[in-house]
């Protein structure tokens, strides 16, 4: 059974910039917060109450002193303090963080670059180990993946770390994702260079790393064989612990999931593929999170313009057909993605950007 939405309302803009590439997080006590790109650094907005209405305006958490953003991502201590990770223009990573859980926040501080003459580029993302420790992965200028972490839950950082790459390089035009298996260990996603998905996973909870495996890419059969074309992964977990990972292809979405919770055997007659939401429109970005009643849901932003959805179900083809939540009133602007929050409820809420450079969200209703 669909679950019902909203319909579309504006979050606003501040008066001195537009807004772009929101990111949803959400404090200890369950209130919402999104986090947005504008000229003069980063603004933020939050639900007044958990599962609630919002605050009146934007409020701006400006920009490190004399360097610019040029992208960001949140993530969250141990202790439930949210943590803003932005790349500089200086091609280094800089981080400010909540001083208490729901409350204020520090200055901005740099996290370096991992080397001399290698910068970050914007392909990189947050995971969480089992203990809470918070790790950033990213895409250096010399083509391979860098990680730095806490070395105690809540607590200062470790030197860069080069993990590299797969055999056949990362390709560079892709985002990173990272989930977490049902045991704890943190596994990332990248697109490779011979254009099929590859994965590397911690060997135990908050440990070490094992090798690069390729998960391949998805061919068509008709109406002659031929490779899809898989690109911008993300991966989320299932409510029994398995993951999976979705990636738009040929204008579909392709999907491949573990065969049990936190098993290295990954669906053995290889991706599945869902068709595109409608004759004539394909999927150019998409998201993945668990809704309210357990089950994945799956937004994307397709080339018509329009947000589209589809959820799981319980029954073959386990998936439902594709439904369309429409867009705001001014449009989406394709280019600045979507992000999808999860209320204290359950209930998903997804933000985009309209052409007004306002953050627009639409929300799931209970019944």
């Known amino acids: 059974m669909a679950i019902p939405w909203s319909q579309w309302a504006s979050l606003g803009r501040p008066q001195e910039a537009e807004l772009g590439r929101p990111f949803a997080s959400h404090n200890q006590d369950g209130r919402l917060e999104v986090f947005a790109a504008g000229e003069s650094g980063i603004f933020n907005i939050w639900q007044v109450a958990p599962n609630g209405g919002w605050a009146d305006g934007w409020h701006s958490k400006g920009n490190p002193a004399g360097v610019g953003i040029q992208g960001h991502v949140v993530g969250r201590n141990a202790d439930g303090r949210q943590e803003m990770f932005a790349l500089g223009d200086d091609r280094a990573l800089w981080q400010k963080w909540q001083t208490a859980p729901n409350g204020g926040w520090s200055e901005w501080k740099s996290l370096g670059a991992p080397a001399s003459g290698i910068g970050l580029t914007e392909r990189f993302t947050v995971g969480r180990n089992q203990d809470g420790r918070q790790e950033i992965f990213a895409i250096g200028s010399d083509g391979n993946l860098w990680q730095i972490w806490q070395t105690a839950p809540n607590g200062g950082w470790s030197e860069w770390k080069r993990t590299g790459a797969p055999p056949p390089g990362i390709r560079a035009s892709d985002r990173i994702t990272v989930t977490s298996n049902a045991d704890g260990r943190q596994e990332l996603f990248v697109m490779g260079g011979d254009d099929a998905l590859w994965h590397i996973c911690q060997v135990g909870p908050n440990v070490g790393w094992n090798d690069w495996v390729s998960l391949g890419k998805p061919r068509d059969a008709f109406p002659e064989p031929q490779d899809r074309d898989l690109s911008q992964p993300v991966a989320e977990r299932n409510a029994d612990g398995h993951l999976e990972v979705f990636c738009p292809g040929n204008g579909a979405f392709c999907n491949r999931w573990q065969e049990s919770p936190g098993s290295n055997v990954w669906r053995q007659q290889g991706w599945n593929a869902k068709p595109p939401p409608a004759p004539g429109v394909g999927i150019v970005w998409l998201d993945a999170a668990l809704n309210f009643t357990n089950h994945l849901e799956v937004f994307a932003l397709a080339d018509d313009g329009a947000l589209w ?59």
Request: aromatic letters at 14%; a negative charge; charged letters at 20%.
């Open 309 to 367: 959805h589809a959820w799981q179900v319980d029954q073959a083809p386990f998936w439902s057909a594709w439904a369309r939540l429409d867009f705001p009133s001014t449009g989406i602007r394709e280019a600045d993605r979507l992000t999808v929050g999860t209320n204290q409820d359950g209930r998903l809420e997804v933000f985009v950007v309209g052409q007004d450079g306002a953050v627009w969200h639409i929300w799931q209703l209970r019944g």
